[in-house]
């Protein structure tokens, strides 16, 4: 939010206040708060025709009947530039399209709106005053009027101001109005999740808190192809949309990025690993703490094999992600846990109020002689996100296998 | 950063310099400006508390006397005012508190759940209505939060249906909204008086207050960026004294002036937010004072004088569209009724403080005088309007007494553009249990025969 925040928090953003807004090379990742296992991840697509093939991909353009592997092309992206690139391609097809917020003319904290001033004017790409009530209220005007209103909240700690006017305003504005009025244009983008060194206010995860605002639209992506489609889904979807961006991901999560506009569907859910034993379920960054646990539960290292039983390390884990929060895609969940009878939910938001209560409840309604084992909710401990504490307090690989293997042999 | 100023003949220095005396009004100070401001600086110490000049109140603009006479040196607004307008304004204003009246008795019947007048507010409400175009953004709020029963509110409330029914909204769709009938575009699904109207270009009311105020930064925005609009209409938000405590006001003054957007803030300030007087809202010269401190173009007027509403809003709206950027006219009134239907003043002011306001003080009776002392009114025809006036709101309120609720399947439809699972599954949860209850649980078996599908379109 502030210059001071980024200074004391991120010191690797503090020197991007000095260049200048032209720039567009991408510097090398700070140290510290980059997941090792993201840059090992074999979730992300690192060739051509695997990113053209990336399930669910809607083209839209008029070519859309084209050989999707034929005449396309990709580009290697990082996630703020599939964030940039998604919004450019916004900007460029839809004249009522704006984006604002604090700090994004020159490109933004985290850069995801680089060059976009420049490129398609002031009056298009703005610095609004430092006031979430006032973006999230600004914004609500704009869609109300039937225009694109794309509005940043700068980390996702600081949405609680804009709280009254995304629940008690966007929400119902819809219904309020028996539907002849709609803010479906509205889009709140913000960086969410833990970043190695965020403390209090730059780690949160609020999307639980949204759980129940219906009306509202809650989505997080966990890489750069899908952070592009869904965020073009998010800004054209008729209703109003949360999108929360994992900060850490930003940088570290790079693969092949169609260069075309498509978009992913929301509220669908994603099988990522298939399986038979048990579901893993998650979103956002923890997709890739996820995968390592997976790794080591298959072929743990010699300092962890004396813990893993050998009769568990077969076991076949399907990995869900569940990128639409709100509303939710319960029949993939569902089916998934029907089959292998056992669910284990990960999320770095605290346990009390979290999605996972929500999944876990309804699971328990749907599936319940299904289960073989009680449905495992493996998320932060119930307490801010202090700063020196993060390794003990997200939920990291280690901490997801021990989950699995508790469930598995439950 | 002050240290590193004091260097002198740096040329950051003289660019400063040169900047502060092109810019200032005052003489430029010998010592320069800081950095961040074309503030002069000085060498004596003076703390000030006022945005005049010799720290006297901000004036209130008037044009009539208590009796209907232009104040000396006032200009009547002739070029806007005939006969023929003059009539639609009293009318409107007289229309008013006839609408009240009848609507305020049927709540205490019990017929509607909830009212709230505007008593004492009719020239605020008629006079500005009347100065904004038709196709103007309008945006209000009624100031109300109801919980178990009781209705409260944090703010002076505003009865924007003056300006709906200045632009030819119906007494039947204002029945519609208040009796929740299936007529209501709302579809029953707020409390009475929270109007809106997408032919009327006004945005739908909601309870929390002053979140309209941002959002009208917003609606400004896309008007300046519409070809088809830009320069031809403004965002108008009304708001209470009250409502301007909350941090929205700030948010909604800031990016109006900043962004900028065309934005005419049109503050009603009736001297109490329910029981809570403006004293006890705020220490300085009331919201006036609050404009330049946004670089808002401001102005105080007398709410009580119809034509110095209709003038200062008309004049607010021409400088918003001119500089493309926020304009604040303070509307001085006084409440003169009971805060909402739940509310009873009289329990924290006095009952003859009030009698005395409505006698002294009365906009329609002022306005009135006006016209009588031109010719262009009489007895006859006040008598004649009153009864007609009654009548057709007698008329409206008996149709709408009688039609039923909305299609019950409307409790579900409007969250999103589509039903999701959540919703849908719960709808069919409802119908399961209407099958199962409603003829033999007699709370459902009552009401579902007010509903216009009696409940039987849940199920599509």
């Known amino acids: 939010m502030l210059a001071r925040r980024l200074r004391s928090t991120f010191p690797a953003l503090s020197r991007?206040?000095?260049?200048?807004?032209s720039t567009t090379a991408v510097d090398p990742p700070s140290a510290g708060g980059h997941p090792s296992s993201v840059a090992s991840s074999q979730l992300l697509r690192m060739t051509r025709e695997s990113a053209l093939r990336s399930p669910g991909i809607s083209w839209q353009d008029e070519e859309s009947d084209r050989n999707i592997v034929g005449g396309r092309e990709t580009r290697k992206m990082n996630l703020y530039q599939a964030v940039r690139d998604a919004l450019s391609i916004a900007l460029a097809k839809d004249d009522t399209a704006v984006i604002f917020g604090e700090d994004i003319?020159?490109?933004?904290?985290?850069?995801?709106?680089?060059?976009?001033?420049?490129?398609?004017?002031?009056e298009r790409v703005f610095n609004t005053p430092l006031t979430e009530q006032g973006i999230a209220g600004f914004g609500i005007g704009l869609a109300s009027m039937g225009h694109t209103a794309i509005a940043e909240i700068q980390f996702a700690d600081y949405i609680f101001p804009a709280f009254d006017q995304l629940v008690n305003e966007a929400a119902k504005f819809r219904y309020r109005s028996g539907g002849k009025f709609s803010i479906g244009g509205l889009t709140v983008r913000t960086p969410t999740m833990a970043v190695g060194h965020g403390g209090l206010y730059h780690s949160q995860s609020p999307e639980?808190?949204?759980m129940g605002a219906s009306g509202l639209k809650v989505v997080i992506p966990r890489s750069p192809i899908q952070c592009k489609g869904l965020l073009l889904s998010a800004i054209r979807d008729p209703n109003p949309v949360i999108f929360m961006e994992p900060k850490v991901l930003y940088r570290s999560a790079v693969e092949q990025v169609p260069i075309d506009d498509f978009t992913l569907p929301l509220s669908r859910a994603e099988i990522l690993i298939p399986g038979s034993d048990l579901t893993l379920l998650t979103w956002g960054t923890p997709v890739y703490h996820c995968e390592s646990a997976l790794r080591l539960l298959n072929s743990p290292p010699p300092s962890l094999a004396p813990l893993v039983p050998p009769s568990l390390r077969s076991a076949k884990v399907e990995l869900i992600d569940l990128r639409t929060i709100l509303p939710w895609d319960v029949e993939?969940?569902?089916?998934s846990v029907r089959r292998t009878k056992r669910l284990v939910i990960v999320h770095e938001a605290g346990m009390t109020g979290g999605v996972g209560g929500e999944i876990a409840a309804e699971i328990g309604k749907r599936a319940f002689l299904r289960?073989?084992?009680?449905?495992?909710?493996?998320?932060g401990w119930d307490v801010p996100a202090a700063l020196q504490f993060e390794k003990f307090n997200m939920p990291d690989a280690v901490r997801i296998l021990d989950g699995i293997m508790e469930t598995l042999s439950y | 950063m002050l240290r590193s100023l004091s260097f002198k003949r740096t040329p950051l220095l003289t660019s400063i310099r040169s900047r502060c005396r092109a810019l200032s009004t005052q003489p430029a100070s010998s010592l320069g400006c800081l950095p961040t401001t074309d503030s002069p600086v000085v060498s004596k110490l003076a703390f000030f508390n006022s945005v005049t000049g010799d720290g006297s109140k901000i004036p209130s603009y008037r044009v009539l006397d208590g009796l209907g006479i232009p104040i000396e040196g006032a200009e009547v607004p002739e070029a806007c005012i005939s006969e023929q307008f003059a009539r639609r304004l009293y009318e409107n204003m007289q229309l008013l508190p006839t609408l009240d009246n009848i609507l305020y008795n049927v709540q205490r019947q019990g017929k509607i759940s909830f009212y709230m007048t505007s008593y004492g507010e009719e020239a605020a409400v008629v006079g500005s209505a009347a100065a904004l175009a038709d196709d103007d953004e309008v945006l209000g709020r009624t100031n109300v939060f109801i919980a178990y029963g009781f209705a409260n509110s944090t703010a002076a409330q505003y009865r924007e249906?003056?300006?709906?029914?200045?632009?030819?909204?119906t007494l039947d769709r204002v029945m519609a909204q208040c009796f929740g009938n299936h007529e209501d575009v709302g579809k029953g699904r707020q409390m009475p008086v929270h109007f809106g109207s997408k032919q009327h270009h006004f945005h739908p009311i909601s309870s929390p207050l002053a979140t309209q105020i941002p959002q009208a930064a917003g609606v400004g925005y896309a008007l300046k960026r519409d070809p088809a609009r830009r320069s031809k209409n403004v965002a108008a938000v009304y708001?209470?004294?009250?409502?301007?405590?909350?941090?929205?006001?700030?948010?909604?003054?800031?990016l109006a002036s900043t962004l900028p957007s065309p934005t005419l803030f049109l503050a009603r300030n009736n001297g109490f937010a329910i029981s809570t007087p403006s004293s006890q809202q705020f220490y300085?010269?009331?919201?006036?004072?609050?404009?330049?401190g946004y670089g808002v173009d401001t102005v105080r007027v007398d709410g009580n004088d119809v034509l110095a509403v209709l003038s200062a809003v008309k004049e607010g709206r021409r400088r918003c569209l001119e500089g493309g950027r926020a304009v604040l006219v303070e509307i001085m009134t006084y409440r003169v009724g009971h805060h909402s239907t739940s509310d009873d003043s009289f329990a924290y002011r006095g009952r003859q403080e009030v009698e005395n306001r409505k006698k002294i003080d009365n906009p329609i009776t002022r306005f009135r005088l006006f016209m009588e002392s031109r010719g262009w009114w009489n007895e006859t025809e006040e008598e004649e309007l009153k009864s007609r006036l009654k009548q057709d709101v007698l008329t409206a309120f008996k149709r709408a007494e009688n039609l039923k609720k909305p299609d019950l399947k409307e409790l579900f439809t409007d969250v999103y553009t589509d039903e999701p699972w959540n919703i849908r599954e719960q709808r069919e949860e409802l119908v399961g249990l209407i099958e199962k209850y409603g003829q033999v649980w007699e709370p459902w078996r009552n009401d579902l025969k007010n509903f216009k599908d009696e409940g039987k379109k849940l199920s599509d």
């Open chain 2, 161 to 169: 249906v003056g300006v709906l029914l200045w632009r030819g909204f």
């Open chain 1, 332 to 335: 993939t969940v569902v089916e």
């Open chain 1, 105 to 122: 003319a020159f490109g933004g904290v985290f850069r995801c709106t680089m060059g976009l001033a420049e490129e398609f004017g002031r």
């Open chain 1, 16 to 21: 991007r206040w000095q260049t200048t807004a």
């Open chain 2, 239 to 254: 708001f209470g004294e009250g409502a301007a405590s909350e941090g929205d006001f700030h948010a909604g003054m800031l």
């Open chain 1, 208 to 210: 639980g808190f949204f």
């Open chain 2, 284 to 292: 300085g010269d009331s919201l006036s004072a609050r404009g330049p």
């Open chain 1, 371 to 379: 289960l073989e084992a009680p449905v495992r909710r493996i998320t």
